[in-house]
C-alpha cells in the first residue's frame, strides 16, 4: 500500500504542472470530486478566517511561504480524487477566478449545494476584493499533498482529517460509507443514491434519535455520549451505522401475524411496513433506505405540523403541548425515539392513546426528580425503565399498554407547595391544563399522581 507525499504551491496546483513527489513519481493536477464527498460548504466566516490567517502571516514574513495544511488525494487512474482539501482548494480557486489567474483550471461540482454556495462565495469575494485582491501570492501559498492509490486507505484519511475547518459529522462520514458500497456494486447508481440523501436534508436528527434506540437495549446497553461530547458522537454514529452494517441485500426485518380458521386455512396481516428500527443493516442501499424511511416518519408525525383529521388528536398533543413543554428537551428526545420505534412496528394504530401513555412514563422523571432533569440522568432511567424494549417485544398494541399501565408513577412533593414557583410545578399545572383535571394547587402533593393515572389508564383503545 503506497502512500506519495509531495509539497508544492497553490500555483502549480492551479496551473495544471507535473508534480514530483517524493516517491519520484509525477502528478498533475486532473482534480475530480467523488460522489460520496461532501458538498463546498464553506461561508463566509470560513473564507474570512482564511485570509486574516494569510494576512496575519504575511504581515510578519512577506517573502517566506504560508502553509495551508495538507490535501489528501486518491489516485484513481489518471484522476486525483479529492479526499479531504476540496473547500480550501474551492475557495483560493474562486480566488484566482476574480483574479484572472490560471483559467485553464476547472473543476466540476454536480452538487446543487456546492454549486449554491460557489455562487454566493464569489459575490462575497468579488465584495470584499479590496481586502485581498492585492494580499493573494498564489506562489507563496504551500499545501502538503498525501497521494495513496488505495481507495481503502483513502476513505480511512477522510474519517480522521480535520484540516478544512469544519468537522466531518456522523451522518456526513456513514454517506461516503454507503455511497462507496453502491459504488462497488454498480458505479451508476452513485449519483441517483447521492441526490437521493442530498434530497433527505439534514439527517443528524434523526441519526441520532435512531442511534440511541438502537444502543438504549436492556440485555445489550451501551452509553450514548452527552450532547457536547461531539467526537464521541460522532464515533458511535459512525461504528452503528457505517462500520457495523454487513454486506448484502436491501432487508427490511418485521412482524407477519397468521390467523388460522377452523378449517386450517391461513391469512396473514402486517402493521409493519418498513422497517425495524432495531434491525441489523448492510451497507449500501439498505441502510440509505432505512434512513430514508425513518426521516419521512420523523417529518410525517414529528416535524410537520398538521396532519391528517384521524390524527388530530395526536397532533393536537405532540405539538401544541410535548414541544411546547418547559425544561424536557432530554425526556423529549427519548419520547421520540419511542415514537418512532412505536409508529415503525405499529403504525398508526392508538397512535393517540400510545403518546399519552409513553408520555405518563417517560415524563414521570418531571415529577419523581425533586430538581431538574439531567442528562446523564436519562441512560439510568432507561436501564430501570426499559420503555424502548417493551415497545419492541410487544406483539400487539395491547400487550404494550398493560406494559405502560403496569409502571409505578411516583410524585416527589417539593417543590409543588401552592408558594413555590418550581419548574416541576408549571410542569404539573400544565398536565393538569391540557388533559383538564379536576385538582386544586393545595392537592398538587396528594392528587395529582391518582388522578392524572386514572385518566391515562382510562383512555379508549380502538385499534385504528
Given at each position: 500500500m503506497t502512500v506519495s507525499v509531495a509539497i508544492c504551491s497553490v500555483a502549480d496546483l492551479l496551473t495544471?504542472?507535473?508534480?514530483?513527489?517524493?516517491?519520484?513519481d509525477t502528478i498533475s493536477s486532473n482534480f475530480s470530486i467523488p460522489e460520496y464527498q461532501r458538498p463546498y460548504i464553506w461561508q463566509d466566516r470560513q473564507i474570512a478566517r482564511l485570509l486574516k490567517d494569510i494576512a496575519e502571516h504575511q504581515a510578519h514574513s512577506s517573502t517566506m511561504p504560508y502553509y495551508l495544511g495538507s490535501v489528501i488525494l486518491h489516485a484513481d487512474g489518471e484522476s486525483l480524487n479529492i479526499i479531504d482539501g476540496q473547500q480550501r482548494l474551492t475557495t483560493l480557486a474562486l480566488m484566482a477566478h476574480l483574479n484572472g489567474q490560471f483559467t485553464d483550471f476547472s473543476m466540476h461540482y454536480s452538487s446543487p449545494i456546492s454549486q449554491r454556495q460557489i455562487v454566493h462565495n464569489l459575490a462575497w469575494l468579488k465584495q470584499h476584493s479590496g481586502e485581498w485582491l492585492e494580499l493573494i501570492d498564489f506562489n507563496l501559498l504551500q499545501f502538503s499533498l498525501v497521494i495513496t492509490r488505495s481507495e481503502d486507505q483513502a476513505y480511512q484519511f477522510f474519517e480522521t482529517q480535520n484540516t478544512g475547518g469544519v468537522?466531518?459529522?456522523?451522518?456526513?462520514i456513514i454517506k461516503a460509507h454507503h455511497l462507496r458500497a453502491i459504488g462497488e456494486k454498480d458505479k451508476l447508481?452513485?449519483?441517483?443514491?447521492?441526490?437521493?440523501w442530498e434530497a433527505l436534508g439534514d439527517l443528524s436528527n434523526i441519526v441520532d434519535l435512531l442511534v440511541r434506540g438502537r444502543y438504549w437495549q436492556y440485555l445489550h446497553f451501551r452509553e450514548y455520549p452527552q450532547h457536547n461530547q461531539k467526537a464521541l458522537i460522532r464515533n458511535c454514529i459512525v461504528n452503528e451505522l457505517a462500520e457495523n452494517t454487513?454486506?448484502?441485500?436491501?432487508?427490511?426485518?418485521?412482524r407477519i401475524t397468521r390467523t388460522y380458521s377452523a378449517s386450517g386455512t391461513e391469512s396473514l396481516s402486517q402493521a409493519q411496513v418498513g422497517y425495524d428500527l432495531r434491525q441489523p443493516l448492510n451497507s449500501g442501499v439498505n441502510t440509505i433506505h432505512y434512513l430514508q424511511y425513518f426521516e419521512k416518519l420523523r417529518q410525517t408525525y414529528l416535524l410537520h405540523g398538521e396532519m391528517s383529521s384521524t390524527l388530530k388528536g395526536f397532533s393536537d398533543f405532540y405539538n401544541h403541548f410535548i414541544c411546547k413543554l418547559e425544561g424536557c428537551s432530554y425526556l423529549k428526545q427519548l419520547l421520540d425515539t419511542a415514537l418512532l420505534l412505536y409508529i415503525s412496528q405499529f403504525g398508526q394504530i392508538d397512535l393517540e392513546v400510545a403518546a399519552k401513555k409513553l408520555f405518563r412514563v417517560i415524563y414521570s422523571r418531571r415529577i419523581e426528580n425533586q430538581t431538574a432533569v439531567k442528562e446523564r440522568s436519562i441512560p439510568a432511567f432507561i436501564q430501570e425503565t426499559p420503555v424502548l424494549d417493551w415497545i419492541?417485544?410487544?406483539?400487539?398494541?395491547?400487550q404494550l399498554f398493560s406494559k405502560l399501565d403496569g409502571f409505578d408513577l411516583k410524585?416527589?412533593?417539593?417543590?409543588?407547595?401552592?408558594d413555590d414557583n418550581t419548574v416541576k410545578k408549571r410542569?404539573?399545572?400544565?398536565?393538569?391544563?391540557?388533559?383538564?383535571?379536576?385538582i386544586s394547587q393545595s392537592n398538587f402533593k396528594t392528587q395529582f399522581g391518582p388522578d392524572f393515572d386514572k385518566y391515562i389508564k382510562g383512555l379508549e383503545v380502538r385499534n385504528g
Open positions: 495544471g504542472k507535473q508534480i514530483k513527489t517524493g516517491t519520484c468537522r466531518l459529522n456522523g451522518d456526513q447508481s452513485i449519483d441517483r443514491f447521492a441526490r437521493r454487513g454486506k448484502g441485500e436491501d432487508t427490511a426485518f418485521g419492541a417485544t410487544s406483539f400487539t398494541v395491547e410524585v416527589n412533593s417539593n417543590g409543588l407547595g401552592e410542569f404539573v399545572i400544565r398536565v393538569i391544563e391540557h388533559f383538564d383535571l379536576s
